[in-house]
T-cell receptor, first 111, second 118 residues
Framework: GQNIDQPTEMTATEGAIVQINCTYQ??????LFWYQQHAGEAPTFLSY????GLEEKGRFSSFLSRSKGYSYLLLKELQMKDSASYLC????????????FGTGTKLQVIP | GAVVSQHPSRVICKSGTSVKIECRSL??????MFWYRQFPKQSLMLMAT?????????EQGVEKDKFLINHASLTLSTLTVTSAHPEDSSFYIC??????????????FGEGSRLTVL
């Protein structure tokens, strides 16, 4: 099975940088995703890591260390619209490649 | 990215009735779709894996007779909540993976269906 942990809530200032951590324990790892979810809406895809290292995508970057079971999502130049929940999700290596979501981190960006 | 459409977006029903939710992949074929449930202020919990042409695979603790899943074609999966009760009130979201086109295999989500059982 999968066990995925994230901080419940974070607050950051507009224009700043924030790092959201995710730790996981898995019986079979086949990639890690970060999703953004605004209240009442479906999640939208942000990033994907399957190998160790940093993936950069505009203001968003995601890092993975498979040996440590650790990932983080880095958001730069924070904007008010970045206030949302950020979900870390792990894909297993089973036949259906199921994706299990972490508890989610609710980020509030303040002026 | 690929588009997944879910219907209805909101439904209110009386206790004891059944509700059907449809999930369609609009521009790709999906042999596998996933159904998630999300309670307020909680994360997405995988309920079942829907497989085209075969029985769904349910996660531990999910009642297969209560949450009927039918994946009759490569673009449509349905979830029927049978004999709904107030505790079934939740946000149900379907998702699918577009394996063609060399993408990362991320899940694309439908808009979600908010079920309220009175």
């Amino acid at each position: 099975g999968q066990n995925i942990d994230q901080p419940t809530e974070m607050t950051a200032t507009e224009g700043a940088i924030v790092q959201i951590n995710c730790t996981y324990q898995t019986s079979g790892f086949n990639g890690l995703f970060w999703y953004q979810q605004h209240a009442g809406e479906a999640p939208t895809f942000l990033s994907y890591n399957v190998l160790d290292g940093l993936e950069e995508k505009g203001r968003f970057s995601s890092f993975l260390s498979r040996s440590k079971g650790y990932s983080y999502l880095l958001l730069k130049e924070l904007q008010m619209k970045d206030s949302a929940s950020y979900l870390c999700a792990v894909r297993d290596n089973g036949g259906y490649q199921k994706v299990t979501f972490g508890t989610g981190t609710k980020l509030q960006v303040i002026p | 990215g690929a588009v997944v459409s879910q219907h209805p977006s909101r439904v209110i029903c009386k206790s004891g009735t059944s509700v059907k939710i449809e999930c369609r992949s609009l521009d790709f074929q999906a042999t596998t779709m996933f159904w998630y449930r999300q309670f307020p202020k909680q994360s997405l919990m995988l309920m079942a894996t829907s497989n085209e042409g075969s029985k769904a695979t349910y996660e531990q603790g999910v009642e297969k007779d209560k949450f009927l899943i039918n994946h009759a074609s490569l673009t449509l999966s349905t979830l029927t909540v049978t004999s709904a009760h107030p505790e079934d009130s939740s946000f149900y979201i379907c998702s699918a993976r577009d394996l063609a086109g060399g993408n990362t295999g991320e899940l694309f989500f439908g808009e979600g269906s908010r079920l309220t059982v009175l």
